[in-house]
């Protein structure tokens, strides 16, 4: 894929995020299929971060340590979402 053709993919990907940049969903670039190693490159090589996941603090209580190893595994994970800076798709 040349550039403006992923430029176009990414553009339909999408949406707003509060920063005031562009969010895309990971999955949704996977979706794309073969050309999905393409995207997520041209996304990186536009300033595109992979957007950070707060873990969840367990209050403690019976399931405290399920839930806090599912949160340590979850960390080790590809990013869900990636957001790129303001004017990157203009």
């Given at each position: 894929?040349?550039?403006?053709?992923?430029?176009?993919?990414?553009?339909?990907?999408?949406?707003?995020?509060?920063?005031?940049g562009r969010v895309v969903e990971r999955a949704a670039v996977l979706a794309e299929g073969t050309?999905?190693?393409?995207?997520?490159?041209?996304?990186?090589?536009h300033d595109g971060r992979p957007e950070s996941v707060t873990p969840v603090k367990a209050a403690g209580g019976l399931h405290r340590e399920r839930i806090t190893a599912a949160a340590g595994a979850a960390s080790g994970q590809a990013p869900r979402r990636y957001v790129l800076p303001p004017g990157v798709l203009n």
């Open positions: 894929m040349d550039d403006d053709a992923i430029r176009a993919v990414v553009s339909r990907l999408a949406r707003q995020h509060p920063s005031g050309d999905s190693t393409a995207i997520l490159s041209w996304i990186t090589d």
